[in-house]
């Protein structure tokens, strides 16, 4: 796993309430917070293969918490990509050039159907690298005409899949084993089996269980993972 996590554990914590309204937004988005696994190993090296496609086209198609937009933001920050909004796309096709785009959810955002259109159509022709996300199939897109769909078919296509139970326990264990914690494995099963599933909320679950255990004094527990979990589904 390519994972490199920095302990930073401090003499002088912050009191509890501080304590949740920090960690309840804490996000694991950089690229060593990124998990391989085989559901997404093709698109990660794809991802990391950049500037060096054999087209300027790729879509990445995969359920809410498979690592698909953790993956696009690795890349945008690597290729400095401008973020299309959905009613930006036709001026970015106007204003032409080769800076990389970031098209995220483009089957359920609202993007304009034209301009996304004409912003493809650009990318083909200039050669200016895009990355697509989706949730559903290109053939399941909600554009009135197949202008879109036909363009998106080009693309060079890599779909995601969220990790298993396995997988999760064993994120879990070597993010644990990094900071020198040691968890019971029951209190491990408890967690992947009412997390959401991604290896993004392994890595801020194992942050803030951290912080959590060091401000109460004690070793993780399942009353502290019950709290862990209850904070990160209120963030």
């Given amino acids: 796993m390519n994972v490199h996590l920095k302990n930073d554990?401090?003499?002088?914590m912050p009191?509890?309430?501080?304590?949740?309204?920090?960690l309840g937004h804490t996000e694991a988005q950089s690229e060593?917070?990124?998990?391989?696994?085989?559901?997404?190993?093709m698109a990660f090296d794809h991802i990391m293969a950049f500037p060096?496609?054999?087209a300027p086209l790729t879509l990445l198609v995969g359920a809410p918490k498979s690592g698909k937009s953790h993956l696009a933001g690795i890349w945008a920050a690597r290729a400095d990509a401008v973020i299309a909004r959905p009613h930006g796309v036709e001026a970015l096709a106007a204003a032409g050039g080769k800076r990389a785009v970031l098209i995220e959810d483009a089957d359920r955002a609202g993007y304009d159907e034209t301009g996304l259109f004409h912003l493809l159509n650009q990318s083909m022709r200039d050669e200016r690298p895009v990355l697509i996300t989706a949730r559903d199939p290109v053939v399941d897109w909600p554009y009135r005409t197949n202008d879109v769909k036909s363009r998106a078919r080009l693309a060079a296509?890599?779909?995601?899949?969220?990790p298993d139970d396995i997988l999760l326990s064993q994120m879990f264990v070597k993010l644990f084993a990094d900071r020198?914690?040691?968890?019971?494995?029951?209190?491990i099963s408890y967690l992947v089996g009412r997390m959401e599933r991604s290896s993004e909320e392994v890595v801020a679950l194992v942050d803030l269980l951290?912080?959590?255990s060091l401000s109460r004094g004690r070793a993780i527990t399942r009353v502290i993972?019950?709290?862990?979990?209850?904070i990160r589904e209120r963030r």
């Fill in 52 to 54: 060096h496609w054999a």
């Fill in 225 to 230: 993972a019950a709290e862990a979990l209850g």
């Fill in 180 to 187: 020198q914690l040691s968890v019971d494995p029951k209190v």
């Fill in 15 to 22: 009191g509890r309430e501080q304590l949740v309204l920090e």
């Fill in 157 to 162: 296509h890599f779909s995601l899949t969220a």
């Fill in 32 to 41: 060593s917070d990124f998990m391989v696994c085989d559901g997404n190993q």
């Fill in 210 to 212: 951290d912080r959590l």
């Fill in 9 to 12: 554990r401090a003499d002088n």
